[in-house]
Structures are given as structure tokens and as C-alpha cells.
């Protein structure tokens, strides 16, 4: 089954996300801190990560070595967050994620997104 | 002497019934405090649960209305306030209808008219942030001249949030400077509007709270092609609002060989020009960059923070 996992310390935005993608035939784990998402990275394999909040975040050389560590499997990495200029999008595309979107965040398009990511996972 | 012995004796018996009461009321506030926390999340995830229903299953009628009459408006107008800021694109409709039926316009207001200072700001910082109707744009006029500034820039963000046409106007006619911190706000509610915003315009105009929305917009978005109108804002007469398009500049990596800019940058307050040059050696400008108008001693301090922050550059 396709595992996503969610991390935003906005319970609200967190709830949404999850809300908006628990119907799909996925498992979801949400987690509010960067550092139980890695603690659970290392413990689970995931096929999606959503991060929601700053990009800041992601610049800390630990979490894309952590989320990238394993070579057999590379899960899809999507960042969401508040910075809109072309400088913070390259910097996460150069870290290896996947996708950037910036908030505020239409639901419907995450979705859609990760529909078509399970469609390519499948 | 007696009586006044008596009097005193009544008076501490007053007083510690009294202190008693309030410790142990705090006491009640304190402990129970866990129990009020799990109860506000439960129904915060409850309501929060009945709207993204509504909005995904099409789904007309958000469940148990009376159920959040009861535990409250407070934390309802709060989820509501906190997804309208999340997200983007959803239908407008089922949550003006649910601000409707659960009366959570007329209960802020209430709560707004009871409250002062900072909690009033709160009130109507969540009405800026919830679908309003005229009312509140009538009713957020009486506090643009409150005491308080927070609650004065609150009450325009009301204004702003229900007439977006006249958001501009509304801006202008503020009577304070707008803070770098309102500035933010105010560029996080246009993203949400996704309306286009006409930058140019608004640094043409002599109302400076424009002009700095303007920059605001400029360096959120990252507009290069709005370097020449920064420039033209750069003034001694304006010495704060000259270093924040300064900031911007370095921000959006535009040259600062540029004549204007080299020269009032050469003009500035020394202590002014080493922050700005911390913040250009993080922005990675070398130091061939800064030669125009560096003065020898600030070049080798340039070089040293270029060389502290382990940055290659030319």
C-alpha cells in the first residue's frame, strides 16, 4: 500500500491534508516536528513525504540525507511552504525535492498531484 | 482605640477570605486547564472534520450545528480563520453559511465590544480572516481610531478583507506608518486574494504605506523588473524606508554599482552600512562588487565576512 507521510506544525493545515487525501488507497502518518518525521522516516519506508511550513527547514543537511539514504528506494518529496521567489524554489528542486508548491495550498491540486504520483508508483 | 482594633481585625479577615477565594479559583484554572486543552482539540477536530466534508462529499449541511453553538464560536471563528489562511480555492459558499447559521459575525462583535486593548485586536483579527458581511465594514470603522495600534490596524484589515476594491484606499487613509510586521500581513491577505497587484501604480503614489506595500510585493514575489522603481524611492528624507529598498535589492540580487545606489550607500551611517554589508556577504556580493563605495578598513571587513560565511566568491 502507498505510505505518505505528512508533517506540518499547523494542526490545521495538517488535518486538511490528511482529510484531503484519506480516501485514497494510501496509509497516512502525520507528525507535527521535523525531527519525529525523520525518526519515523528511519523506521518506516514511505513512498511520499509532504512537508508543510518553512523551507527553511529542509536546508538542514540532515533531513534530505535521511530522506535520501537508502538508494533502493526513493520516495517523492513534496515541500510546501510560504517563500514565493524563484531563489527558494531552485534551492529546493537543487536539494532533490520533488515538487514545490507554495501556500497557501489549494487542496484540490495537492490531490490531484498525489494521485498522479501513486499512478506512477503503481 | 477599640473599635479601631475591631475595625483592623475585620479588615485582614476580608482581605485573606478574599486571597483565599482567588487561590482557590486559580487553583480550579490551573488544574482543570489539561481537561479545557483536550476539550477545545476535540472540538476544534470535530468541526474541522464537519467542514472539510462539506467541501469534499458536496455535501450541503456541515453536521451538528447546535454542538458548536454550545462549545463554542470562539474556537469555530478560530479554524475557520486558520484554513481560510492555509488554503486557497475552495468554495467560499459553505463556510459563509456556516458563519451564518452558527452566528459567529454577531458573536465576535460582541466579543469585541466587551474586550480591550489586545484582546480586541484578536477578535477582530479573526474577523479579517472569516467571510464578513456590510455590517462589519460599518461596525470596524469605530475602531480605527481605538488606542490601541494593533487594534486600529485590525479593525483596517476588516475594512480591507470585505471591500477589495477599496483595499487600496483603505491603506492610504491609515493613520499610522505601517511596521515591516503589517506589511507581511498585508502581502499574505493579496496572495490569498490572487488578485493581480499593480505594482507600479501603487510605487507612484505619495502615500508611503502604499509605497511600501509595494516593496513588500516586490520582494515577496521576487520582481527584478521593479528595480528602477525601488531606485527612485531612495532618499535621504526617507532614510528608513531608503535602507529597506536597499535590503530589497540585495534580496532580488540587483547590481549595486548603480549610481544612486552606490551613493547613498557610500552616505549611510556606518553602523547602518556594516549591517547592510553582513546582510550582502550572506546575499554572496564579492567584494570587487562592493569597490565603488567601500572605504579600505570596511573592505577588509567585508573580506572577513565573506571568508567567515564560506562563500566563493569572485
Known amino acids: 500500500m502507498y505510505r505518505i507521510l505528512i508533517m506540518s506544525d499547523?494542526?490545521?493545515?495538517?488535518?486538511?491534508?490528511?482529510?484531503?487525501?484519506?480516501?485514497l488507497e494510501a496509509h497516512i502518518e502525520c507528525t507535527d516536528r521535523m525531527e519525529t518525521m525523520l525518526a519515523l522516516f528511519r523506521r518506516e519506508a514511505f513512498d511520499l513525504v509532504i512537508v508543510m511550513g518553512t523551507a527553511a527547514q529542509m536546508c538542514r543537511h540532515e533531513v534530505m540525507e535521511t530522506l535520501r539514504a537508502d538508494k533502493r528506494r526513493s520516495p517523492r518529496v513534496f515541500v510546501i511552504s510560504w517563500a514565493q521567489s524563484e531563489n527558494v524554489s531552485r534551492r529546493m528542486l537543487t536539494l532533490g525535492v520533488n515538487q514545490y508548491m507554495t501556500l497557501p495550498v489549494s487542496l484540490h491540486r495537492l490531490r490531484r498531484k498525489v494521485v498522479n504520483e501513486m499512478g506512477r508508483w503503481s | 482605640?477599640?473599635?479601631?482594633?475591631?475595625?483592623?481585625?475585620?479588615?485582614?479577615?476580608v482581605l485573606a477570605l478574599l486571597l483565599l477565594v482567588l487561590a482557590g479559583w486559580w487553583g480550579c484554572v490551573l488544574l482543570t486547564a489539561p481537561y479545557r486543552r483536550r476539550r477545545e482539540a476535540s472540538v476544534r477536530n470535530k468541526f474541522l472534520h464537519s467542514v472539510l466534508w462539506v467541501y469534499f462529499s458536496g455535501d450541503e449541511e456541515a453536521a451538528g450545528a447546535d454542538f458548536f453553538v454550545r462549545r463554542g464560536r470562539r474556537i469555530v471563528a478560530e479554524c475557520i480563520a486558520d484554513l481560510a489562511g492555509s488554503t486557497v480555492g475552495l468554495d467560499p459558499e459553505p463556510i459563509r453559511r456556516i458563519v451564518r447559521e452558527l452566528g459567529i459575525e454577531e458573536f465576535l462583535w460582541r466579543r469585541v465590544r466587551w474586550c480591550r486593548s489586545y484582546r480586541r485586536a484578536y477578535y477582530l483579527q479573526l474577523l479579517s480572516r472569516i467571510p464578513v458581511?456590510?455590517?462589519?465594514?460599518?461596525?470596524?470603522?469605530?475602531?480605527?481610531?481605538?488606542?490601541?495600534r494593533h487594534v486600529r490596524f485590525c479593525a483596517?484589515?476588516?475594512?480591507?478583507?470585505?471591500?477589495?476594491?477599496?483595499?487600496?484606499?483603505?491603506?492610504a487613509e491609515y493613520s499610522d506608518k505601517i511596521s515591516?510586521?503589517?506589511?507581511?500581513?498585508?502581502?499574505?491577505?493579496?496572495r490569498h486574494r490572487g488578485l493581480p497587484v499593480d505594482y507600479r501604480t501603487l510605487f507612484a503614489s505619495p502615500n508611503r504605506n502604499l509605497q511600501k506595500?509595494?516593496?513588500?510585493?516586490?520582494w515577496h514575489y521576487g520582481l527584478t523588473d521593479a528595480e528602477d522603481e525601488l531606485v527612485r524611492i531612495l532618499s535621504k528624507e526617507n532614510p528608513e524606508e531608503s535602507a529597506g529598498v536597499l535590503y530589497i535589492l540585495c534580496a532580488l540580487r540587483c547590481s549595486v554599482a548603480r549610481e544612486e545606489v552606490a551613493r547613498f550607500i557610500s552616505e549611510m551611517k556606518p553602523e547602518w552600512r556594516k549591517a547592510l554589508?553582513?546582510?550582502?556577504?550572506?546575499?554572496?556580493?564579492?567584494?570587487?562588487?562592493?569597490?565603488?563605495f567601500i572605504p579600505d578598513d570596511e573592505r577588509d571587513y567585508y573580506v572577513?565576512?565573506?571568508?567567515?560565511?564560506?562563500?566563493?566568491?569572485g
Open chain 2, 213 to 218: 506595500l509595494a516593496m513588500g510585493v516586490v
Open chain 2, 277 to 292: 554589508l553582513r546582510y550582502m556577504a550572506r546575499q554572496g556580493y564579492s567584494v570587487h562588487a562592493l569597490r565603488v
Open chain 2, 133 to 148: 458581511g456590510e455590517r462589519s465594514y460599518r461596525e470596524a470603522a469605530r475602531y480605527l481610531n481605538d488606542r490601541n
Open chain 2, 156 to 171: 483596517m484589515s476588516v475594512r480591507m478583507a470585505f471591500d477589495a476594491e477599496g483595499q487600496y484606499a483603505a491603506l
Open chain 2, 304 to 313: 572577513s565576512l565573506v571568508d567567515s560565511y564560506k562563500l566563493n566568491v
Open chain 2, 1 to 13: 482605640m477599640e473599635l479601631m482594633g475591631r475595625l483592623l481585625a475585620w479588615g485582614v479577615g
Open chain 1, 10 to 23: 499547523d494542526a490545521v493545515l495538517r488535518k486538511a491534508v490528511a482529510f484531503t487525501l484519506n480516501d
Open chain 2, 180 to 190: 515591516y510586521f503589517e506589511l507581511a500581513e498585508l502581502v499574505m491577505r493579496l
